[in-house]
């Protein structure tokens, strides 16, 4: 199946710093790639929808000024934690849809961000 | 807004049982997914549901679409160490979007 590379798989950073995480489709583009946000041991939360070229969507409660999301090319997107504050440690991981097209669409995952923010 | 649950929340079963998770969305979807997540790993995809009433099968894992497509259910039959983790269906909906359920956490006792 498609492969999503996701980096780095752990960032451990000081109180106010920003963190960038990327995520890539390896093998297929995609126009469209999804952010999550994880807490331990519960579901997956959407935070932003990047579309390739245009500005993201971010969810309800979602701050845009606080998660940047980038997605400048058809197989790379960024999102950066700009001034991370320990609330914000989490598991981020990213997801682009298959080559297919269309509404019916499956996910695949990165591998994930385990961010922990001192 | 969509609202997809899940239930149980969490399942302890021997080896060998059944199980079984449910999963209903607050709104008619396009199709569900499921996906399973190991400890400490991220989401893999399972499968995907599109037509009322469907139903697929994987193995021991059985997967159903409600006619209504508002609900779905992932069945394993005779489980093993090896299907511990945590189960999540999502839900697409009219917009692309998809949502995740809060899942349900299975162990599965040797």
């Known amino acids: 199946g498609a492969v999503v590379s996701q980096h780095p798989s752990r960032v451990i950073c000081k109180s106010g710093t920003s963190v960038k995480i990327e995520c890539r489709s390896l093998?297929?583009?995609?126009?469209?790639m999804f952010w999550y946000r994880q807490f331990p041991k519960q579901s997956l939360m959407l935070m932003a929808t990047?579309?390739?070229?245009?500005?993201?969507?971010?969810e309800q409660g979602v701050e845009k000024d606080k998660f940047l999301i980038n997605h400048a090319s058809l197989t790379l997107s960024t999102l950066t934690v700009t001034s991370a504050h320990p609330e914000d440690s989490s598991f981020y991981i990213c997801?682009?849809?298959?080559?297919?097209?269309?509404?019916?669409?499956?996910?695949?995952f990165g591998s994930g961000t385990q961010l922990s923010v001192l | 807004g969509q609202q997809v649950m899940q239930i149980p929340q969490y399942q302890h079963v021997q080896e060998g049982e059944d199980f079984t998770t449910y999963c209903n969305s607050s709104t008619t979807l396009s199709n569900i997914q499921w996906y399973k997540q190991r400890p400490g790993g991220h989401p893999v995809f399972l499968i995907q549901l599109v037509k009322s009433g469907e139903v697929k099968k994987q193995k021991r894992l059985t997967f159903q679409f409600g006619e209504a497509k508002k609900n779905s259910s992932l069945h394993i039959t005779a489980t093993q160490t090896t299907d511990v983790g945590t189960y999540f269906c999502?839900?697409?909906?009219?917009?692309?979007?998809?949502?995740f359920g809060p899942g349900t956490s299975l162990s599965v006792i040797p």
């Open positions: 093998d297929f583009q995609a126009t469209t």
């Open positions: 997801s682009a849809s298959s080559p297919s097209g269309g509404i019916n669409e499956k996910l695949f």
């Open positions: 999502a839900g697409q909906d009219s917009y692309d979007k998809v949502i």
């Open positions: 990047s579309n390739e070229g245009s500005k993201a969507t971010y």
